[in-house]
């Protein structure tokens, strides 16, 4: 089994920062890449920011310049710094990797962790 663990979420006023983590656990023999998507009340999960695992990321536009995605293979970890953070900010935060575990390629989600930005 695969497990992602999300943390870092909660409540910050507008203008704010917050930062996220995850980490990956389980069978995994090797990450594609790990990101970060969103889910706001009546909408669509969208992708936030994406990490692959050569190092090079993918943003958003709404979150351009505000958030920064890193990430550590060997630890098989993210983290999503936010900032500037605005009321639209507002969502339930995923984590999800693209990985190969010893059952083949999959898909991994966590949680997810809220993030509320009050205006």
């Known amino acids: 089994q695969v497990h992602l663990v999300e943390s870092g979420g909660g409540f910050v006023q507008a203008a704010g920062s917050l930062r996220l983590s995850c980490a990956a656990s389980?069978?995994?023999?090797?990450?594609?890449?790990m990101d970060w998507y969103r889910q706001a009340p009546g909408k669509q999960r969208e992708l936030v920011a994406s990490?692959?695992?050569?190092?090079?990321?993918n943003y958003a536009d709404s979150v351009k310049g505000r958030f920064t995605i890193s990430g550590d293979n060997a630890k098989k970890t993210v983290n999503l710094q936010m900032s500037s953070l605005k009321p639209e900010d507002t969502a339930v935060y995923y984590c999800?990797?693209?990985?190969?575990?010893?059952?083949?390629?999959?898909?991994?989600w966590g949680q997810g962790t809220q993030v509320t930005v009050s205006s």
């Open positions: 999800h990797a693209f990985l190969i575990s010893a059952l083949g390629l999959r898909h991994a």
């Open positions: 389980g069978s995994i023999n090797s990450i594609n890449s």
């Open positions: 990490f692959a695992s050569g190092g090079s990321t």
